[in-house]
């Protein structure tokens, strides 16, 4: 820009900084749809004032159910608001009142918001309600977040005569909300987006259908844990008698590809109608949101995946870590909330201080061993299930397989099964042994480590394959089990 712009840019910013200045004098000016909802409220709206009550993007269906609701009981339909771009930078009053602005009745906004993993509603994602609320006449604006302009929530603005009508509408819209509630008894994924500082969403996911017989753990662990977190569950009622207390929180620690994750889908799969809110990676940060709604949607759970991932990350609500803002989450809700956290980690020992500095919020730590040679036989029956493959290869196979895990087994039967397939024939005995031989092979340490095989930690190594993994330490102790180790809450003091 040269100088003579420069001070045309100067001069025209003042003039216009005169205009809004000078229109500013005669502020209260109606605009036709400000006219329009006056002689809706039947009074002199540039009085009256405005409440504004903001909740999470994810909300906007539940909000939108809740309205329609209280739509129902009488008013006028709902109408949009004309005047394009600038009233998404316009409040409910800036709608009204404005001296520059001839915002009018329009036609509603919609937009498709999901309601289930494989549904979505039309929702309002701008529109005015008119409202009667015990035969009193509301003005409600509906939005959604739209963090293109900054609005990181979605939001209503109440306009009402009296404060004690807007107080009763914002409590019955609230109780609604809960009641009608599209995320109540979903499987909810908690995604934030790295470049919008706290919003969250929540993602609808097809509840998993992993049968107990799918999962191959030694004897007695997978009961172990379905005991606790669907037992306690299920006797509900009579451990609330006997002053017993319902939230748990579970820790599932062992290596790489052993199944913590497939024992958290087979408890998906055994409590249908549960809420469940699952966060993995940087989406932890908003384990308040989840906790907030695992709350609200009781019974519920909160799976917190790969938790030692930022066991030491900063959290967003403070310099403290998140592991420390995700202990006390769990330890905010009340004892008798019928909520189940659970925690997965490769890497127990690096959640064992915190956990030792915040006892009580474990009441049951699991360790998901490697496969002893009994375990690593039967996954690889498993996962060669309908393949022209010998018994016998396959135990061999699972013989040689030593200190891999269940992950590694189906990764190894599908190499086979892709070697022959490029062959264009079907998978043999030889397929699998020669696919065994490549991921066996020094060369392939990496890939076996990837798949949570021929682990190089202490314990390790094939004379101890029967899960030495145990964490120790201070704050857990072994409870002997057949063929597994795990602890209960009464040794995490
Ligand atoms: N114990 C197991 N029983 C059956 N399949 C297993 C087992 N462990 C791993 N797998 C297979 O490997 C995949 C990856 O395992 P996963 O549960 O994600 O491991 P982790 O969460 O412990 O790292 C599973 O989806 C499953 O197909
Ligand atoms: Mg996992």
Known sequence: MDDSAREFVGTFQKFMQDVINQAAVGQSTRTPLG????AFLGTDAALLPIVT????????????????????????????????QQREHSSLSELLFSPFMKFDAGPVDYTSEPDGPDSSRRVISFGVHRLLIDDKPVVVLQRAAKPQVGREHASIEILCADAATSTRLLAEFSRLMLE?????????????DQYRNGSAGATFLARPTV?????ILPPGVLETIVRHVVGIGEQKARLV???????????????PGTGKTLTVRHLLARTPGTTAVLLTGTSIQFITQATELARAMQPSIVVLEDVDLVASERGMHGPQPLLFAVL?????LDGDANVTFILTTNRVQVLERALAERPGRVDLAVEIPLPDSDARRRLFHRYATGLPLSPDAVDTAADRAVDTTGSFAKE????????????????????????????????????RNLLGGGSESPGGSAGAES???????????????????????????
């Open 328 to 332: 006390d989450a769990l330890d905010g």
């Open 241 to 255: 008698e006997a002053g017993q207390h319902l939230k748990r929180g579970v820790l599932l620690h062992g290596p």
């Open 180 to 192: 009608l509630s599209v995320l109540r008894g979903q499987v909810l994924s908690f995604t934030g």
């Open 467 to 493: 899960s030495a993994h145990g964490s120790g330490g201070t704050w857990t102790a072994h409870v002997p089990g057949p063929g597994a180790s795990f602890t209960s809450g009464s040794t995490i003091e």
């Open 35 to 38: 006219e329009k909802l006056e």
């Open 412 to 447: 190894l039967v599908r190499r086979a099964v892709l070697t022959a397939a490029e062959a264009e024939r079907t998978v043999t005995d030889d397929d699998l042994a020669a696919a065994l031989d490549e991921l066996l092979a020094s060369s392939a340490q990496l890939a």
């Open 211 to 215: 049968t107990a017989d799918s999962v």
């Open 53 to 84: 009550h903001e909740f999470g993007a994810h909300r906007l269906v539940d909000a939108d159910l809740a309205l329609a609701e209280l739509a129902s009981k009488g008013g006028e339909p709902p109408i949009g608001v004309s005047g394009g």
